[in-house]
């Protein structure tokens, strides 16, 4: 079992930056695959980023690349997401997740945190 919870949100300026952490308890997060996904109102869940339990492995969204970074620190039990030159289209709330298999796909993922609010404005 993994618990996650998201800190880090909040509110930015456009092309602002904010750093999001997702600490993690449980056994197994060092062998976990981490994802970030977020929801705008209205809006499906959608996927972010990614990141294989090593770290050498991440994806992105097409919409975040070059722009958002995950790592992940398995000594600190502790994923983050770096977001630079935000645009208001990113705001949303951001969800953490783990799950077995790096992938971009919501079902592959096990266990969700409670989500942080970033709002960009413009």
């Known amino acids: 079992q993994v618990q996650l919870v998201e800190s880090g949100g909040g509110l930015v300026q456009a092309g602002g930056s904010l750093r999001l952490s997702c600490a993690a308890s449980?056994?197994?997060?060092?062998?976990?695959?981490m994802g970030w996904f977020r929801q705008a109102p209205g809006k499906e869940r959608e996927f972010v980023a990614a990141i294989s339990w090593r770290g050498g492995i991440t994806y992105y969204a097409d919409s975040v690349k070059g722009r958002f970074t995950i790592s992940r620190d398995n000594a600190k039990t502790t994923v983050y997401l770096q977001m630079s030159s935000l645009k208001p289209e990113d705001t949303a709330v951001y969800y953490c997740?783990?799950?077995?298999?790096?992938?971009?796909?919501?079902?592959?993922?096990?266990?969700w945190g409670q989500g942080t609010q970033v709002t960009v404005s413009s």
């Open positions: 997740a783990a799950g077995r298999t790096t992938s971009t796909w919501r079902n592959e993922y096990d266990h």
């Open positions: 449980g056994r197994t997060f060092s062998t976990s695959a």
